[in-house]
């Protein structure tokens, strides 16, 4: 494992030093926007900025809780490490490659129509994963959930800063940083102990249902932007 470490060590590296070349692009100070007036809070009640907010939120969460219960449930039904990597390497690019689709996708489909439609095949796949117990099966479900993982989540964050009002967008982005950096911790930890005490289906087939329920409130505010 010692090659494998070394190389995930010099990806960071690799950025640095790019960074320290690339000095001179970064401008050292840009133009203030005019801040909007009144409070942060006001702002996030809003429903325009208050759904974008929940869902840019949700997105990164649903990603870790998937690829922490995917491994644990695949080695508790006998796949082997090389499986479950190639299952999660299949999820992972698929999300990085189907982004490279979203100017088409955008041209042809509402924005939120395809969070809506995305963030409810995400349910669906959490609903569905404990009923397979082989590999093929799991790897065309890490296919599909990095699609719709891949395609909600840069749509979610980009709609979430349209929302902001003009000169709100950086500590509206630092709210949502925080409560992703929170839900990240908190939510591997609650599906851990639950499945642990109730089984993997109930608790999936609960988280599952969460992520349709926000599928739909993003198809209501589909059809409200019509």
């Known amino acids: ?19 320290a070349a690339g000095r001179r692009l970064i401008p050292a100070a840009l133009p203030q926007a005019t801040r909007a007036k009144g409070r942060l809070r006001d702002v996030l009640r809003e429903r325009a900025v208050r759904l974008p907010l929940i869902g840019s939120t949700l997105a990164p969460v649903i990603q870790d809780l998937y690829f922490f219960v995917v491994p644990l449930f695949a080695s508790g039904i006998g796949i082997s ?26 041209a042809r ?15 669906a796949v959490f ?8 590999t093929p099966p799991l790897i065309l479900l890490s296919i599909v959930a990095g699609v719709s993982m891949g ?9 979430l800063y349209s929302a902001l009002p003009q000169g709100r967008q950086a500590e509206g982005m630092g709210v ?9 911790v908190v939510a591997p930890t609650l599906v851990g102990g639950l499945s642990a005490a109730l089984g993997m289906a109930p608790v999936l087939a609960v988280v599952g249902a969460g992520v349709i329920l926000y599928g739909w409130m993003a ?5 409200g932007n019509t």
Do not use: Y
């Open 81 to 106: 490490a090389s499986s479950i990597g190639i299952i999660l390497g299949c999820c992972s690019g698929t999300s990085l490659g189907v982004r490279a689709l979203l100017p088409l996708l955008l």
């Open 219 to 223: 198809h209501t505010q589909s059809k």
């Open 151 to 159: 395609v909600s989540a840069p749509i979610v964050i980009s709609l």
């Open 109 to 123: 489909m509402r924005a939120w129509t395809m969070v809506a439609a995305m963030f409810m095949i995400t349910g």
């Open 127 to 134: 609903v569905w994963l404990p009923h397979f117990s082989s």
């Open 176 to 184: 949502r940083a925080v409560l992703m950096s929170s839900s990240q």
């Open 1 to 19: 494992h010692r090659a494998t470490f070394l190389l995930l060590t010099a990806a960071p590296v690799l950025f640095l030093a790019a960074l």
